[in-house]
């Protein structure tokens, strides 16, 4: 079975402050991605990457950053993080382009 | 852009089927998935289909697919609680753009 784990499953963090969510997947994957998941808003994906320090911006990626260093890691960053970006961030990956996605269990982060 | 439109709640008594619907504005669709979320998870994949298909079944699921009016509906035969959850449909297109397109996700509610 694929595994994708992302770090934590809830984060408390302050305005200002420099936020990373990790992710990681089991299953050499070439394609890693970034979502963010607000009540009736669905699924928007903010950042993706298609091999090791490649990237391209999704719908919403401003506030955001993306590092890929290895293969299995995919890492968002919010640089100054703020009230806005709470929300649930859900990572995924996919062996190759149009293979299904495969999802963590989502990291639900609050900014105070 | 793309857009994928679900309704927000269905709710059904177990034993009976549940149907729940998908249209979609992307005429370029390749693939087509349907994705479970269980409360605090991630989305866990259900099934996809393929767009030169109309219909594919799985166990108690069943997808079927009107490529003609941008159509998907998901079957669940014989609904029990733990299908309680919101399902998204999502499609991903031949643009080149590797990441899916999100319906805002249907809660299924299931009554004993």
């Known amino acids: 079975d694929v595994k994708v784990t992302q770090s934590s499953r809830y984060l408390v963090k302050r305005t200002g402050e420099k936020v990373f969510l990790e992710c990681v997947q089991d299953?050499?994957?070439?394609?890693m991605f970034w979502y963010r998941q607000d009540p009736g808003l669905g699924l928007r994906l903010i950042y993706f990457?298609?091999?090791?320090?490649?990237?391209e911006k999704g719908d919403i990626p401003e506030g955001y950053s993306v590092s890929r260093e290895k293969k299995e890691r995919f890492s968002l960053i919010l640089e100054s993080a703020s009230t806005n970006q709470t929300s649930m961030y859900l990572c995924a990956s996919s062996f190759r382009e149009n293979q299904p996605q495969h999802f963590g269990d989502g990291t639900r982060l609050s900014i105070l | 852009g793309e857009d994928v439109e679900q309704s927000l709640f269905l709710s059904v008594r177990e034993g009976d089927s549940s149907v729940i619907n998908c249209t979609y504005t992307?005429?370029?669709?390749?693939?087509l998935y349907w994705y479970k979320q269980e409360p605090g998870a991630g989305l866990q994949l259900l099934t996809y289909i393929f767009s030169n298909m109309d219909m594919k079944q799985d166990q108690r699921l069943t997808v079927l697919l009107n490529k003609k009016d941008k159509h998907l509906s998901l079957r669940i035969a014989d609904t029990q609680t733990g299908d309680s959850a919101i399902y998204f449909c999502?499609?991903?297109?031949?643009?080149?753009?590797?990441?899916?397109?999100f319906g805002s996700g249907t809660r299924l509610q299931v009554q004993p």
């Open positions: 999502a499609e991903m297109g031949d643009t080149g753009r590797r990441a899916l397109t």
């Open positions: 299953m050499d994957h070439e394609n």
């Open positions: 990457s298609y091999d090791v320090k490649m990237k």
């Open positions: 992307d005429s370029s669709s390749t693939y």
